[in-house]
């Protein structure tokens, strides 16, 4: 294969998804010296528009320069193509003149190359890059941009911890991940010791009781004077509502261009906060929702998931010349491998964190959640241990 290559980016921007364009591109010129590389702009827009970037006149010092740079340097988009884009799509790779299209992402970019790769009967190779903070593809051990969303959850958390030893009260952040608790499981990954926030952690995969939360909290702050606590944007009640679907009003919900409840808008902060004023009334308390800045912070990159990224890149221009597929970041037991695996066994699916990461009955992390975290986030820093 020595014709032409696309490559886009899907999905929220990370620290390290720039590493997986760079790491496909200098592999198709070592591979296939004399093919163009045609980077589309903002996701499959760029490619139903003709909107490209040609990658193949660029440096390769200054490729490596985008490599390190946090956020998507192609542009993204939130766009989930049916059937009908996706003909528009693949009509605009033939006007190209794809050989291959790499498409950099999560669930949705996955589902998408599927749907490609059936529309478009083997004259194309379709081939699904990860990456997502969420840590929620199927067939991955982890994904490419988790672990360092997953340092500056860690490091937020050691040091709000050490803040409210000093003035105790209640702290409660709120951390990306609509269906998957691995980044807000994240926040226990520095803990000093048993006494350390986070003192409870909420996920998605457990239902959320905005009662048994103030008891819970109530009971931590008797036993260490303070109450660190991390909440996935993400978690819902019994009933299978969103938190904030719960606690919120109907026509005061914040909602985005498609109609869908926000998760990290003001709303659940502002909820939250209410909840434990009446609950726990008296009681300091503060409420924050880190929002977007694990994803893509220049000041947590991680070496390591940097280079996974940049390996992943170059391994999808080897699942390119193999007719396709999805590259999975897999553990064998003593190291990290990359294997290639079909579409079908990603595309739209969701990895939740597993039951055996939480304690059975409480909201806090199990050993085997700790032992996880700790082998990909291992600690980074060396604090002493407050005397308060």
Known sequence: MAGTFVIAQGGGPTAVINQTVVGATLEIRKRHPGAKVLGS???????????????????????RLIAGTPSAALGST???????????????????????????????????????TD??????AFVHAPKTIDNDLEENDHTPGFISAAEFVAGAFLSVDL??????????????????????????????????GPHLVYVPERAFSAKRFIDEVREKLDRHKRCIVAVSEGVSTADGKALVESLVPPEKLERDQHGNVKLSGSDLPAALERALAEGLPGKRARVDALGYMPRGYV???????????????????AVAGEGGGSVAIQ??????????????????????????FMQPD???????????????????????????
């Open 331 to 356: 553990y064998d037991g003593s190291k990290t491998v990359l294997k290639k695996v079909p579409l079908k066994a990603v595309a739209g699916k969701t990895r939740h964190m597993p039951d055996d």
């Open 163 to 196: 803040d409210f030893r000093a003035l105790p009260g209640i702290y409660v952040g709120i951390v990306m991940g609509r269906h998957a608790g691995f980044l807000t499981a994240a926040a226990a990954a520095w803990q000093l010791d048993p006494d350390s």
């Open 119 to 124: 529309a478009a009967g083997g004259s194309i």
């Open 41 to 63: 702009i903002h996701g499959v827009r760029g490619i139903r528009d003709g909107n490209y970037v040609d990658l193949s006149a660029i440096p390769e010092d200054r490729l």
């Open 78 to 116: 939130r766009d989930k193509p049916d059937a009908a884009y996706c003909e528009v799509i693949l009509n605009g790779l033939k006007k190209a003149g794809a050989d291959a299209f790499i498409y950099i992402g999560g669930n949705d970019t996955s589902g998408t190359q599927q749907i490609l």
């Open 299 to 317: 000041g947590a990159i991680s070496a390591v998931d940097a280079r996974e990224a940049f390996d992943a890149g170059a391994f999808a221009v």
């Open 362 to 388: 409480a909201n806090q992390l199990s050993e085997a959640g700790m032992a996880y975290l700790k082998r990909l986030v291992p600690e980074k820093y060396k604090v002493g241990k407050p005397f308060v």
